[in-house]
């Protein structure tokens, strides 16, 4: 079994004056930093999200109002030491899925901070191994499908279309707004395997439908922070009008992990702006939502 390196308390995702890192390997949450950004296009920073991100949840309060207990002493949160990110794209791809694959070999859940939403289908790689199906739940702005940009197969743009690569995994996407003609082609191709949920429908989403596709498999949830409203998170490299809010949000988020089997997450796609804490503190508040739910029992989620 390969060996995890972990963080020191002080670098470590969360308060480390408020939670337990004396024993990581105990941890049933594994955070990983990988701040690859390797074919962002338009704005800059993913490099920089997973540490804003770190420092963010410092400031966190630890107790949830919403589920009325402090999760992270149900399951245990650790983060991982993963060195430097390999210059280039593929090798950092490669670098990622063994990541993934070795904190899995521990029976924890990976939770992966990024970076550019490029480091998904590595990420899920592992997953698509040891599942005979995954549904990937995606939020995001865009709908990520085409096969390629500038010349890259592996582009932050291709993200959802590489998913694909793997035989064994759906799409199920909220809040899109944004699509070339070329993923709106690839998608009626895959419509057999693509559900996705538009922005400007959301205050009639089918939820109880649309969590039948869900019912009961393993999910992988991946969480641009692009599909929230500018509004409320403007740091990111492709911010889209139209977005989703805070609460409903996580409303489907809880719905997905009442649904499903949230096995697997990842946060991309923040590029932090100096002096503009609120966004990195609420995308630290989403991980750490995100693992709540998927992490506690269900009687409490």
């Known amino acids: 079994m390969e060996?995890?390196?972990?963080?020191?308390?002080?670098?470590?995702?969360?308060?480390?004056?408020?939670?337990?890192?004396?024993?990581?390997?105990?941890?049933?949450?594994?955070?990983i930093p990988f701040g690859l950004e390797e074919s962002v296009t338009y704005g800059h920073g993913?490099?920089?999200?997973?540490?804003?991100?770190?420092?963010?949840s410092h400031a966190l309060e630890?107790?949830?109002?919403?589920?009325?207990?402090?999760p992270h002493e149900t399951f245990g949160v650790a983060t991982l030491d993963c060195g430097t990110v390999e210059p280039g794209l593929g090798p950092a791809l490669d670098q990622l899925a063994g990541l993934v694959g070795a904190v899995l070999g521990q029976n924890k859940f990976p939770l992966i901070l990024g970076g550019e939403h490029a480091i998904t289908p590595a990420a899920i790689r592992p997953f698509a191994?040891?599942?005979?199906?995954?549904?990937?739940?995606?939020?995001?702005?865009?709908?990520?499908?085409?096969?390629?940009?500038?010349g890259e197969k592996f582009s932050?743009?291709?993200?959802?279309?590489?998913?694909?690569?793997?035989?064994?995994?759906?799409?199920?996407?909220f809040g899109p707004r944004s699509l070339s003609s070329e993923d709106a082609r690839i998608f009626e191709q895959y419509s057999d395997r693509i559900s996705i949920h538009w922005a400007?429908?959301?205050?009639?989403?089918?939820?109880?439908?649309?969590?039948?596709?869900?019912n009961g498999r393993p999910v992988y949830l991946t969480f641009d922070v692009d599909a929230f409203d500018p509004s409320l998170v403007p740091a990111t490299g492709t911010p889209e009008p139209g977005g989703l809010f805070w609460d409903e949000t996580c409303r489907v988020l809880?719905?997905?992990?009442?649904?499903?089997?949230?096995?697997?997450a990842d946060v991309v796609e923040l590029a932090p702006i100096s002096g503009?804490?609120?966004?990195?503190?609420?995308?630290?508040?989403?991980?750490?939502?995100i693992l709540s739910y998927a992490l506690l029992p269900d009687e409490k989620v």
């Open 156 to 173: 932050h743009a291709s993200a959802m279309r590489r998913v694909l690569d793997f035989d064994n995994t759906s799409i199920v996407s």
């Open 200 to 214: 400007r429908d959301k205050d009639n989403w089918p939820i109880g439908e649309i969590m039948d596709r869900i």
């Open 62 to 70: 630890l107790f949830d109002e919403e589920l009325w207990c402090a």
């Open 129 to 150: 191994e040891i599942h005979d199906e995954i549904v990937v739940v995606q939020f995001d702005a865009h709908t990520d499908l085409r096969d390629g940009y500038l």
């Open 46 to 56: 993913t490099k920089d999200g997973p540490e804003a991100i770190i420092r963010a």
């Open 3 to 31: 060996q995890l390196i972990f963080r020191s308390a002080d670098r470590a995702f969360l308060d480390p004056d408020r939670i337990d890192a004396s024993k990581p390997g105990d941890a049933m949450a594994c955070v």
């Open 254 to 264: 809880r719905a997905v992990a009442q649904a499903g089997r949230v096995v697997g």
């Open 276 to 289: 503009l804490h609120a966004a990195d503190f609420t995308v630290a508040r989403l991980a750490y939502k």
